[in-house]
């Protein structure tokens, strides 16, 4: 048996259908599912200690590309290995996001926006060319070359930034953390695609966005934790960073009031950059669910020893 906790139960109950036939599909709350027969778990977020509560659990099946979500409960069994959710569509949609975000930034489209709010004619907001943009990204996993594929076949300069080197890509590659300063001195959009864990939470602090080119912009792709908010706000308050583009929050969703709502440098977006069709995600889900069943290797098994 399967459970999830999220989107709509009968939507999966379909989707499973097609792929996985046979497949019981159940919901998280349901008051008649036994604990002891529930196999596989399909989450976002789970209510810490939920998912200790089954005793023969088998599979975590992450609903999103990272697991920091699940990890965040203290009392996740961690005996049972966690899928993370990479389909086809995830690196698709991630390249579509960033490749409009990164183009919106170079043609100020935040600025043009609310100047149309304002029936204000901006003729001097010409903006810069992509083949003249440095974009630098950080993390070179599953998404992030595809991202770098994407846009430097739109012409922008790229370059990537990983735990390990990256010999064989087809952009620049740095890696480790002595390579970091380098990667971002030469980041005209900073694009952060990298998994939250111990190492990485915090990275885009004061110091590091102080790094960035006079006028460049940000986009965060990756998790809020990252960023510290309030930096990225007197950086883009003083005029040193131009613009960014940010979907994802420490409140999700991100309180009415908030002040990045209505600064005029930042387009926010509801953590939408690249979340799968549910077809797609019950898709690669009943792929592990049979691999697990097989004996096969997992595809994008969770690694407790890298944290990602
Ligand atoms: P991935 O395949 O695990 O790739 C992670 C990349 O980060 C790898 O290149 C890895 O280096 C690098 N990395 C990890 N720790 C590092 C460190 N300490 N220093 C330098 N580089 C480091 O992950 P993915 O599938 O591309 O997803 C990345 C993240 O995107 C997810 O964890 C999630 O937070 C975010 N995401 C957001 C959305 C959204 O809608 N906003 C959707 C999906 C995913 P190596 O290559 O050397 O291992």
Not at 7 to 33: E, H, Y
Not at 158 to 168: E, N, Y
Not at 175 to 182: E, Y
Request: proline share 7%.
């Amino acid at each position: 048996m399967l459970i999830v906790n999220v989107g709509v139960l009968s939507d999966w109950q379909t989707a499973f259908a097609d792929c996985l036939p046979g497949l019981r599909v159940c919901g998280w709350d349901d008051p008649g599912v036994d604990p002891g027969a529930v196999r596989y778990a399909l989450v976002w977020a789970p209510t810490p200690g939920r998912l200790a509560r089954f005793p023969n659990l088998e599979l975590i099946l992450s609903s999103a590309s990272g697991v920091d979500h699940i990890l965040k409960d203290p009392a996740w069994p961690a005996h049972v290995p966690i899928v993370r959710m990479v389909t086809p569509e995830t690196g698709e949609r991630m390249a579509d996001y960033v490749t409009l975000a990164a183009l919106a930034l170079i043609r100020d489209l935040p600025q043009l926006i609310a100047g149309q709010r304002a029936a204000c004619w901006q003729g001097h907001l010409t903006g810069r060319l992509a083949s003249e943009t440095r974009v630098g990204i950080l993390g070179l996993g599953q998404l992030g070359i595809r991202v770098a594929d994407r846009l430097a076949g739109v012409g922008f300069k790229v370059a990537g930034w990983s735990r390990s080197p990256k010999p064989g890509a087809a952009v620049e590659s740095f890696a480790g953390p002595d390579a970091l300063p380098a990667l971002l001195a030469r980041s005209d959009i900073l694009v952060n695609l990298l998994p939250r864990t111990m190492q990485t939470r915090g990275i885009l602090d004061a110091g590091a966005l102080a790094a960035l080119p006079q006028g460049a912009g940000l986009i965060n792709v990756g998790r809020s934790d990252h960023l510290d908010a309030a930096a990225l706000t007197a950086a883009l308050d003083s005029g040193h960073l131009g613009g960014a583009v940010l979907d994802v929050f420490d409140a999700e969703p991100l309180p009415a009031g908030h002040p990045l709502w209505a600064h005029p440098k930042v387009l926010v977006t509801p953590h939408i950059a690249s979340t799968p069709s549910q077809q797609a995600r019950a898709r690669q889900a009943a792929q592990n669910i049979l691999a697990h069943r097989e004996g096969r290797a997992l595809a994008h098994l969770y690694d407790a020893v890298r944290g990602y």
